[in-house]
């Protein structure tokens, strides 16, 4: 006999309403605290997908975090941004062209390999191959010789002298690594690093859990960290915000103030990279310094920075430099200021005509590169210059950039060594150097900045790198605007984590996960 | 013509107009500009033209451009669309894990926005609140894009209700965090759907009640409800299927906003990453999936065609 209820429904239906109402009452429960559930895993929303690592070449901030929780170089940066022993437990410059490495004892890589003074030198020679592409390389092409008198010392001659090799050894993308993975398109999940992989959920998240094999693994306090990719800023902001992660990576500047407002979330933000403007020094106008210099002078960076990064960043008139780092001389960082008569004076002197039509090169695919473009545009307008802006996608950009097929470009820089040694890779001009400007010779620059390399006092040697910056101030080969503010951002049970600040927040904050606990 | 050859026709065609669409992809991509090496080692310092070259060559991209195009093609016969530039991985397995994730999407989002929308339809013709949902409702729906709607349910439903998380994807492993991550996407993308099939299967309805066979099921003295199920539905959904397919096939590279949105790691996303870094096994291998999936759904809907209605294979 079929049971009907008052309302005149069946009791199979019933039931069945019933039951489905209860599983989708089950789904609708309020679990915003979903990350809080994992113990001491650390959910980590990555702000691009990373794919299978590949020893060596640079494949962007994402990747440099993973990396620095897999693998392990001979040396690292600390909280301080200061270069501490590694997998070496010391280390010393013999000279600025030779350097000397003891490692630890009983090194082993996740599954079980020893890593001696061998696997050291196999390493650090695959990163010197021109056909690696490492993100290094610029550092280990004037490798001469590395010697391995023992099976726990490394000693790494140079042709020419590099005071900042050390800063080169702790860049994310130099930790030493397992023989399988030195070949081309060699997949490298095996390192030294405090985690090792768990799980690679392709495109999703990759699960890594504390590495028992770690040399210091004691000091780690997280059982693992869950990455978990969410290339949009926003969506990353929001899943911060929702709990449904502990921390996320470059927060975006429009979420600064959300996050702000949100209780118990930390924004941890540090000036970091740097955005510049590269001239086509191989044809008129701005093959003439005095037309750099005009530009120097013309361009307001307050502007800049309201309208690229929503004001948070600094404005530029001189060199970047990173703190902590004694080689530096704040002088190199007043070399010119926003003074648009000035600029009108000298291009009337270089005899160029009001309304020049020139092409500004900028990228659609960054939003910062676009709206620092805009702002460019208005500050040449005043002083006369006509400036059409080019924007296309990232590859189109970066092939008009490096083949010079513009007068002005707008371009961002991420330096991974502290040091004065970075301006060389912007002031030596493309082809040679694809983040400089076209057709620029530094010869001169570049002189004095390895003089200063080949120094070790740091007071003698920035004599030298002061040397550089005035030439740089008087020939502007590439011209900086404004520091913009880099940020992670975490919940409060997030203890022991510090975004260094700096050129460093980007190539050496991952190591601070090591450092991290969850509450 | 006979039916197995009218398959087999429309098979061959379908075919021939992947290859097609492989051959224009390739050249295509070949003509935009930029330069795949250089976009990869455009944040790596003290980079010359040397280091590049040493790359393309790595990459076999320093081979002629014929000689590249046979490769792929050949490649193609085999599944291979060869090794993924940005990821380092097999081209075929990036796409095969995002055509999961779109697939479930696509899918869900169909099957809730057709049945949905053929309800909804169904009941603007019998009731008054339905009429008036559906007048109201589906020209809202259908004038706000999928991101905005997005946005807004994980404004509402999960910021500031906390009910549901802000997007991402959980693994089948854990069933419940699965679909609860599902719901809100699912749900963007089936409105639209729902509002589609719901003014089509209303308009069809209409169009069909007035036909004889119903004047003369009433006359026959049949509940309405049966003739409505059996002579009017049933005959209105024909056209509804049409458009249904239509929406399907669609959809599989077209969800780029809301995968953007919910951070859902799809087939879209992965073209839309591919094109701006110039990665071209994947950007050939997601195009050569796409075209495969509109053109089995048009050569489906053709075959059904054939089934339906014999006069179409004979022609």
Redesign the interface.
Same mark, same amino acid.
């Given at each position: 006999m079929k049971t009907r209820i008052s309302c005149g429904m069946h009791r199979r239906t019933f039931l069945a309403t019933a039951m489905g109402l209860v599983t989708l009452m089950?789904?609708?429960?309020?679990?915003?605290a979903?990350a809080q559930d994992d113990g001491r895993m650390l959910t980590f929303g990555l702000s691009a997908?990373v794919?299978?690592?590949?020893y060596g070449?640079?494949?962007?901030a994402a990747q440099f975090i993973v990396n620095q929780q897999l693998h392990r170089g001979l040396v690292k940066f600390d909280e301080n941004g200061t270069v501490v022993p590694a997998l070496a437990e010391s280390f010393e410059a013999v000279d600025t062209s030779t350097y000397r490495f003891t490692l630890r004892k009983g090194l082993v890589f996740h599954d079980g390999t020893p890593i001696d003074s061998a696997t050291v030198k196999a390493s650090l020679e695959y990163l010197a191959r021109?056909?690696t592409?490492a993100?290094i390389?610029?550092a280990l092409?004037t490798l001469e010789a590395i010697e391995t008198p023992d099976a726990h010392t490394v000693l790494v001659r140079l042709s020419k002298p590099n005071a900042s090799l050390l800063d080169y050894l702790a860049d994310p993308n130099a930790g030493i690594s397992p023989p399988a993975a030195l070949a081309?398109?060699a997949?490298n999940w095996i390192g030294a690093g405090p985690f090792r992989l768990k799980a690679n959920?392709?495109?999703?998240s990759l699960t890594l859990v504390k590495a028992d094999t770690y040399y210091d693994k004691d000091a780690v306090a997280l059982d693992g960290v869950k990455f978990?990719?969410?290339?949009?800023s926003?969506?990353?902001a929001?899943?911060l915000?929702?709990?449904?992660v502990d921390m996320v990576d470059f927060v975006g500047w429009e979420d600064f103030e959300r996050i702000e407002a949100t209780p118990k979330l930390v924004l941890d933000a540090v000036p970091g990279p740097f955005v510049y403007t590269l001239f086509n020094t191989g044809r008129a106008p701005f093959d003439n310094p005095k037309v750099r210099q005009a530009i120097a002078y013309a361009i307001n960076r307050d502007n800049v920075v309201a309208a690229a990064f929503y004001g948070h960043g600094n404005p530029l008139n001189g060199m970047p430099m990173s703190p902590g780092n004694d080689r530096y001389d704040p002088a190199m960082g007043e070399l010119w200021s926003y003074d648009p008569d000035k600029a009108r004076a000298l291009l009337a002197e270089a005899g160029v005509a009001k309304g020049m039509k020139i092409s500004l090169l900028t990228s659609s695919?960054y939003s910062f590169f676009r709206d620092m473009a805009l702002s460019m545009q208005a500050d040449l307008k005043a002083v006369g210059i006509d400036a059409e802006l080019n924007a296309?996608?990232?590859?189109?950009?970066?092939?008009?950039k490096?083949g010079g097929n513009y007068d002005l470009a707008v371009a961002g820089g991420?330096?991974?060594v502290t040091g004065p040694v970075?301006m060389?890779?912007y002031a030596?001009g493309a082809?040679?150097?694809?983040?400089g400007s076209y057709g620029y010779d530094a010869s001169e620059i570049v002189a004095h900045i390895q003089a200063g390399e080949a120094i070790a006092g740091d007071e003698e040697a920035r004599a030298e790198y002061a040397k550089a910056v005035r030439i740089i101030g008087d020939q502007v080969p590439f011209l900086p605007l404004a520091q913009r503010s880099q940020a992670f951002a975490y919940t409060d049970r997030v203890k022991g984590f510090r975004n260094i600040p700096g050129f460093l927040s980007i190539t050496g904050t991952g190591y601070m996960i090591e450092k991290t606990s969850i509450r | 013509m006979g039916l197995a050859a009218y398959c087999g026709k429309r098979i061959l065609i379908g075919l021939a107009m992947i290859v097609c669409v492989q051959v224009i992809i390739f050249l295509a991509i070949q003509v935009?500009?930029?330069?795949?090496v250089?976009?990869?080692?455009?944040?790596?310092? @003290?980079?010359? *033209?040397?280091?590049v070259a /040493?790359?393309r060559?790595?990459f076999g991209l320093d081979k002629p451009m014929p000689v590249r195009l046979l490769n792929h093609v050949i490649g193609l016969l085999r599944l291979d669309f060869g090794?993924?530039f940005?990821?380092?991985?097999p081209a075929f397995?990036?796409i095969a894990?995002?055509l999961a994730?779109s697939i479930e999407l696509v899918v869900l989002a169909a099957f809730f926005g057709i049945t949905g929308g053929i309800l909804l339809g169904s009941l603007s013709v019998q009731t008054r609140w339905g009429d008036r949902l559906v007048s109201i409702l589906g020209p809202v729906i259908l004038s706000v894009p999928g991101y905005v709607l997005g946005s807004v349910l994980?404004l509402g439903l999960?910021?500031s209700?906390?009910?549901?998380?802000?997007? @991402?994807?959980a *693994?089948f492993s854990d069933p /419940?965090?699965h679909?609860?991550r599902l719901?809100l996407p699912v749900v963007t993308l089936a409105l639209p759907i729902a509002a589609t099939i719901a003014k089509v299967t209303r308009f069809e309805i209409l169009e069909v009640r007035t036909q004889d066979w119903v004047r003369t099921s009433r006359a026959y003295g049949f509940p309405t409800r049966v003739t409505f199920r059996r002579d009017i539905l049933r005959n209105a959904l024909t056209p509804v299927l049409t458009i249904s397919a239509l929406e399907l096939g669609g959809l599989i590279g077209a969800t780029v906003l809301v995968e953007?949105?919910?951070?859902l790691?799809g087939l879209g996303?992965?073209l839309v990453?591919s094109?701006?870094?110039?990665d071209y096994p994947l950007i050939q291998g997601a195009v050569f999936v796409i075209s495969a999936f509109y053109i089995a759904i048009n050569i489906i809907s053709d075959i059904m065609y054939g089934f339906l209605d014999p006069r179409v294979s004979k022609r």
């Open positions: 089950a789904g609708f429960v309020p679990q915003v979903r997908n794919g299978n690592l590949i070449p640079s494949r962007g021109r056909e592409g993100a390389y610029a092409s081309p398109g997949v959920d392709s495109g999703v978990i990719f969410y290339p949009d926003s969506a990353r929001n899943a915000i929702a709990g449904d695919t296309p996608d990232w590859p189109t950009y970066t092939s008009a490096n991420a330096p991974s970075y060389q890779a030596v082809p040679a150097s694809s983040f | 935009v500009p930029g330069d795949p250089e976009a990869m080692l455009s944040e790596t310092a @003290g980079i010359g *033209p040397d280091v /040493a790359l060559q790595q090794i993924s940005q990821y380092s991985q397995d990036i894990s995002r994730v994980i999960s910021l209700l906390g009910w549901l998380p802000a997007g @991402g994807v *693994p /419940a965090e679909v609860r719901v953007k949105v919910f951070n790691s996303s992965l990453s094109v701006s870094v110039r």
